[in-house]
């Protein structure tokens, strides 16, 4: 079988796929639709630990007579088309899935591009899912509400509260500066790499990274320093919109911004 194999692959991982894609054709036939390879192999980031994550896009009738299989060297996660193609909203269990699809390579493409697009699919957002996790699912203001927390407790020398509650802010301020730029939020642990590889527009890597270090240290300077590319970040959104629903958020903290502005 003719595989799109990325460069960076080792030879041992290369035999894997395609004893996978062979397995595979002959377990279903016409039923395989795709293979795409996620996780760390499928980033370039593979350490000789890794094993291969890979989605086998079947058929609804090969899907349903599938299940996953996991091993040391390869986990064969099985997914229908229309499920791929399905995109589930945030907060639902299936949105912490939605990343694992970005940046991934196809290896195997039997659905005339189907398949390429309901990757990019899941892994960005459209307006409205934009302004869900922006505010219906109030992720730009739970990041406020930790931010200032932390300064306060800065403000009354309780340091150690401070940190605690910048570290608790983390997840919230990731959700905003992601899908202010319309894309999912990365797993931890691609953070750094995403930033690199696929730069956000307002947040280069050498500029975020180091304000998260500094966060999670308890700086309220970079608590204030976030605070001001976040709010220049809503402000484009809101303009983007038609709407100032972010900066109402904001201006909703009213003399709470003196701490979170000084």
């Known amino acids: 079988m003719d595989l799109q194999l ?28 795709a293979l795409v390879l996620s996780g760390s192999a499928g980033r370039g980031l593979a350490t000789h630990r890794s094993d291969l994550d890979v989605y086998v896009v079947l058929s609804e009738q090969a899907a349903r ?7 040391a060297a390869v986990d064969e996660l099985p997914i ?19 990343w694992s699809f970005a940046w991934t390579p196809v290896l195997l493409d039997r659905t005339d591009g189907r398949v390429p697009v ?19 699912h109030s992720r730009l203001d739970g990041w406020l509400n930790y ?55 307002d947040w280069p890597a050498d500029v975020l990274l180091p304000l998260l270090q500094r966060t999670l240290a308890g700086d309220p300077a970079a608590l204030r320093e976030t605070f001001t ?20 958020t904001i201006d909703d903290w009213g003399e709470g911004l003196l701490l979170l502005r000084s």
């Open 6 to 33: 990325p460069d960076h692959l080792t030879d041992a991982h290369r035999l894997l796929l395609n004893e996978l894609a062979d397995r595979n054709q002959d377990a279903h036939g016409e039923g395989l639709l």
């Open 65 to 71: 007579e599938r299940s996953a299989t996991r091993s």
């Open 80 to 98: 229908s088309l229309s499920d791929l193609e399905a995109v589930p909203p945030f907060g639902s269990g299936g949105w912490w899935f939605r």
């Open 118 to 136: 309901a990757l990019r699919r899941q892994a960005t957002l459209t307006p409205q899912e934009i302004d869900a996790v922006l505010l219906d």
């Open 147 to 201: 931010a200032y927390r932390a300064l306060k407790s800065d403000r009354d020398g309780h340091s150690l509260e401070c940190r605690l509650d910048a570290a608790e802010s983390m997840p919230w301020l990731l959700d905003v500066i992601f899908a202010l730029a319309g894309r999912v939020r990365p797993y931890h642990k691609y953070l750094p790499w995403e930033l690199r590889e696929h730069p956000l527009p």
């Open 229 to 248: 590319r976040v709010a220049a970040g809503c402000a484009a959104h809101d303009t983007a919109a038609g709407h100032h629903l972010t900066q109402e």
